[in-house]
């Protein structure tokens, strides 16, 4: 099983970006499906998650500008980030719950996101 994350890049403040995580692999099921952030010297924080029914939760840094949703047929997991900040400026990783003979966690490799005031 791996989790692929791109869709990263540089932008404005003020700006959007639309992250994407795609699973592959021998893959039973997805349960939980998140994405972290870790800025330069910082520790790695949950941004949002979505479980397999759609329900999601933001950290409070995120509501209102980031939205999490999944494609549970194409395996997909989606991070559209509107209103971006020079504060958002971190490595973006997505981390799955999945089902793949065992149930663990997966992360992909961090796709960077680079905001410029």
């Known amino acids: 099983v791996q989790l692929q994350a791109f869709g990263g890049g540089l932008v404005q403040a003020g700006g959007s970006l639309r992250l994407s995580c795609a699973a592959s692999g021998s893959i039973g099921s997805i349960n939980t499906w998140g994405w972290y952030r870790q800025a330069p010297g910082k520790q790695r924080d949950l941004v949002a998650d979505i479980t397999r029914g759609g329900s999601a939760y933001y950290a409070d840094s995120a509501k209102g500008r980031l939205t999490i949703s999944r494609d549970n047929a194409k395996n997909t997991l989606y991070l559209q980030m509107n209103s971006l900040k020079p504060e958002d400026t971190a490595v973006y990783y997505c981390?799955?719950?999945?089902?793949?003979?065992?149930?663990?966690?997966?992360w992909g490799q961090g796709t960077l996101v680079t905001v410029s005031s």
């Open positions: 981390n799955a719950e999945i089902w793949s003979q065992t149930l663990r966690r997966y």
